[in-house]
């Protein structure tokens, strides 16, 4: 166990505490960059693993970051780059010493130099790739000219492949003489005379198979191959989807051009999930470490927008500003009736877009699940109403302002239930991302609705 994980159950407990940052360990990495003790700072890194080294340089400030990384120097690691937040990333190539950088970049896979590079100024692009060997130069290359997130920028160039009709000795014996074997896989990939895969064997089946034995016997069922202009979403989702632990590339003629590993496909998988959730919220792709700038120009617009909407919802309650004058009751539920409609709205988008994003709802399902929608939407409003009914008569004395509040209770639970699943089912079928745009439909939807139907009901009923 490294010393920067501090998983003592005295402090923090056992969930909390485990695989955090160890403050003792942080401190005296801290102290050794501030009196410039290079030799007690590479004593201290030297264990631990390159994400906890990447954790611990995205928690500190620039400052620090910066003279931990230049005293560092020839000791920093490819691994750690390739582990870094993208911001901190940019930041931390900019402080490393070029013959350093080119060194760290030598060490990577190709998957992850072009992940390194993709979104690197051009000068910048143009340092690491000159860092590398041709093959490697040209294979990132070459990579880079796929669309970006898709699988040809995804994958890695380094495969084992061999011809379907090899046996396990064969391959055995190639595999030793080799050089240049990728550091980690699990396939290998059997190809025909075009070099287009048609099955793979896994390493355990291999070693356990006698030297004479065909590998065309020995070969997985299920076996994909993944287009290299598919979005590297539903990669990720094909692999969690039919269990897949690798899967060949392939270009538009079905030759192999790659490899993707499960390492990959559930980082894009978990960078799905984290970017769904930063939408919901309409803060778009931001995290901890971006700058003071890059936070307001995210969450600026969609708080313009949400004021846009706001304004809406307000424009309604002026319609009915002499009832609220007459009846000042009113102005106490009203934002009750808004409050639960958002939440319940909120309950059903949550799940409808997670739906989504994992193909659970579908044209094949769509109807049915509205329908199990509005009928929660009723019992929810049913039993809300009722309890809403008698806090109304407790609070004001009156039944009448009771069986209003109840009235609209049901209805905007009602209709808040149909837009959780209606409007992302909608904004998807336009091609529009649901998790970006449907918070802010959903919530309008519910305010003006709710706040409509209150007010509506206590004008009909009450003057």
């Known amino acids: 166990m490294n010393d920067l994980a501090d998983p003592t159950e005295e402090e923090t407990g056992p969930d909390e505490a485990a695989y955090t940052l160890d403050r003792k360990a942080m401190t005296a990495i801290l102290y050794a960059v501030d009196v410039g003790d290079r030799d007690q700072l590479v004593a201290l890194l030297e264990p631990l693993h390159a994400a906890d080294i990447a954790d611990m340089l995205e928690q500190m400030n620039a400052y620090d970051r910066r003279r931990l990384v230049e005293l560092y120097d020839k000791e920093f690691d490819g691994e750690i780059l390739s582990e870094l937040n993208e911001g901190v990333r940019d930041e931390i190539i900019q402080y490393l010493n070029p013959e350093v950088l080119k060194e ?32 490697d130069r040209v294979a990132v290359e070459q990579a880079l000219t796929y669309p970006e997130e898709s699988a040809g920028r995804l994958m890695q160039r380094e495969v084992v492949a061999v011809p379907e009709f090899w046996t396990v000795g064969q391959t055995i014996d190639m595999m030793r003489e080799r050089e240049d074997l990728p550091e980690q896989f ?44 598919q979005d590297e979403g539903d990669v990720a989702y094909a692999f969690n989807q039919y269990h897949i632990i690798s899967a060949p590339v392939v270009d538009e003629d079905d030759r192999l051009v790659g490899v993707i590993t499960i390492d990959d496909a559930m980082i894009v998988l978990d960078l799905e999930h984290e970017e769904d959730i930063l939408r919901l919220a309409g803060v778009g792709e931001g995290s901890l470490n971006d700058r003071f700038t890059e936070t307001v120009k995210q969450r600026l617009p969609w708080l313009a927008v949400n004021l846009c909407t706001a304004i809406l919802s307000a424009s309604v309650i002026s319609l009915f500003e002499d009832a609220i004058a007459k009846v000042v009751a009113l102005a106490v539920l009203m934002p009750i009736v808004a409050s639960m409609g958002g939440n319940a709205g909120t309950q059903g988008l949550t799940v409808a877009v997670r739906a989504i994003a994992t193909k659970d709802l579908t044209g094949a399902n769509v109807w049915r699940v509205i329908r199990r929608e509005a009928a929660v939407g009723v019992v929810n409003g049913l039993s809300f109403a009722l309890i809403m009914g008698i806090i109304a008569f407790v609070w004001f004395g009156s039944p009448v302002l009771g069986a209003v509040i109840g009235a609209a209770m049901i209805v905007n639970l009602f209709v808040a239930a149909i837009a959780g699943t209606v409007v992302p089912v909608v904004l998807n079928w336009l091609k529009v991302d649901p998790a970006l745009a449907s918070g802010t439909f959903v919530t309008t939807v519910t305010d003006v609705v709710g706040f409509f139907s209150f007010l509506g009901f206590a004008v009909l009923v009450l003057l």
């Open 104 to 135: 760290a970049v030598r060490e990577l896979d190709s998957d992850d130099v072009v992940d390194l590079v993709e979104y690197l100024e051009e000068p910048q692009q143009e340092a690491i790739l000159e860092a590398l060997e041709i093959a």
């Open 186 to 229: 699990y396939h290998v990939i059997l190809v025909d005379p075009k070099m287009r895969p048609v099955a793979h064997v896994t390493l355990g089946k291999l070693m356990a198979s006698p030297r004479k034995t065909a590998l065309s016997e020995i070969t997985e069922p299920g076996f994909r191959t993944i287009p290299a202009l």
